[in-house]
């Protein structure tokens, strides 16, 4: 079961040794900044920040029919300013730049009401912006008192604490989720809704803003790894737990309103993790260790004076002592020659040259792999 952390009854020193551990696969009750105050520095490898969007509504709104419409009017959405709104951002802002790890991102969404204010705080924090996600909603809610375009979609700013950061994004996954195309930063998916949307004791919604898994799912897969740490300083109904559960994240929630922090309870509980082979994802070739040719030519896995061949025996090349092959008058890199021989631009060596294992002809990656794997 998930257990909150509490300092009720704690000394100052207790408290102080508390700070030092991380919570992994905890809800922490209570204001975000002073839980995040408790969670070591540089621990966390990504934060999901859905904050408050401080919509400033204005009065309630019906539907045509004249139902009212369940819109986001806690008082955790309210605050006496726009300067007290900032306030509270850049405070939230200072502590998880300080726990979010050197090579860590943060994600924050919001609407038109919040984002661009959250935007630059960003950048005033000197967290560097990555990307702007543009979530378009598939089912959006409709503009009832038909006065302006319908609000189809919230943006998502994706930030690195520094240009430089070697952050971690798992391009080929996102490749492979999309058809085998680059995925774009325009993302359409459906609103929560049907058996996905958390219900309170009641059978009401149990949160006004609550985000589809579907969401959450892209973001994990895109810039974490099985085993990461994943906080969510806004929980809510426990979304980014349940989704990090599955994919073999480990998750922290932090979450003032008790009534959330029961439903969150609840609906982490009940997630199933994928299968750990379930969890693999298509590896980014520039995250894979570089083998120069040269190196299996030295450690005898292809032997110098070897012959390699293109697939169909077109071309012959003898392999060097120095790692580089000669065929034809033409002498260079397995990729340089290859490209020559064959009036292209370019050439990728490993899968073009092959050569005789065990009577078959095979291309020279199969050696480079088995190289990989015997590290």
């Known amino acids: 079961m998930i257990a909150p952390i509490s300092d009720l ?18 809800i922490l009750e209570g204001d975000c900044i002073a839980q995040m105050q408790k969670i070591p520095d540089k621990s966390v490898d990504m934060i999901f920040a859905d ?5 400033q509504l204005q009065g ?7 139902g009212k419409v369940d819109a986001c009017d806690d008082a955790w959405d309210k605050f006496d300013s726009l300067a007290a709104y900032d306030d509270f951002t850049r405070e939230w802002l200072a502590e998880a730049r300080r726990i979010l790890k050197d090579d860590g991102t943060i994600w924050v969404i919001g609407s038109y009401h919040n984002i661009y204010r959250c935007g630059a ?3 005033d924090a000197d967290f560097w912006i990555l990307n702007d996600i543009v979530w378009r909603k598939a089912n959006p809610m409709p503009n009832f008192r038909g006065t302006r375009f319908t609000n189809a979609h919230e943006t998502l700013l994706w930030c690195s604490k520094d240009p430089k950061a070697k952050y971690t994004f798992n391009y080929r996954a996102m490749k492979a989720l999309n058809d ?3 995925m774009r930063s325009d993302w359409v998916l459906p609103i929560c809704s049907g058996s996905e949307r958390v ?3 009641f059978g009401e919604k149990a949160h006004p803003t609550q985000k589809p898994e579907s969401l959450l799912y892209r973001i994990l897969l895109a810039c974490t790894k099985p085993g990461d740490v994943v906080l ?5 109904t426990g979304t980014t737990g349940a989704v990090a559960r599955r994919l073999g994240r480990k998750w922290i929630g932090i979450e003032r309103e008790r009534n959330y922090v029961k439903v969150a309870r609840a609906r982490i509980d ?5 299968d750990e082979s379930a969890m693999m994802v298509m590896a980014d070739k520039r995250s894979q260790p570089r083998v120069a040719f040269g190196l299996l030519v030295e450690s005898g896995m292809i032997p110098a004076g070897a012959t390699i061949t293109d697939s169909k025996r077109r071309w012959s090349a003898s392999v060097r002592a120095d790692g580089s092959i000669d065929c034809e008058g033409e002498a260079g890199s397995i990729h340089k020659v290859g490209a020559k021989l064959q009036g292209a631009p370019s050439c990728n060596g490993w899968t073009f040259w092959h050569i005789e294992l065990d009577g078959k002809l095979q291309p020279i990656d199969a050696l480079r792999v088995k190289h990989l794997a015997s590290l």
């Open 9 to 26: 009854g704690r000394s100052p020193r207790t408290r102080a040794q508390a700070k030092k551990v991380l919570p992994l696969d905890t």
């Open 270 to 274: 009940a997630t199933l993790p994928l």
């Open 60 to 66: 309630d709104l019906f539907r045509p029919e004249g």
């Open 180 to 182: 085998d195309l680059q």
């Open 121 to 123: 705080l960003l950048q």
């Open 232 to 236: 969510d300083p806004f929980f809510g």
């Open 199 to 201: 219900k309170d004791e």
């Open 51 to 55: 904050p408050p969007y401080n919509l």
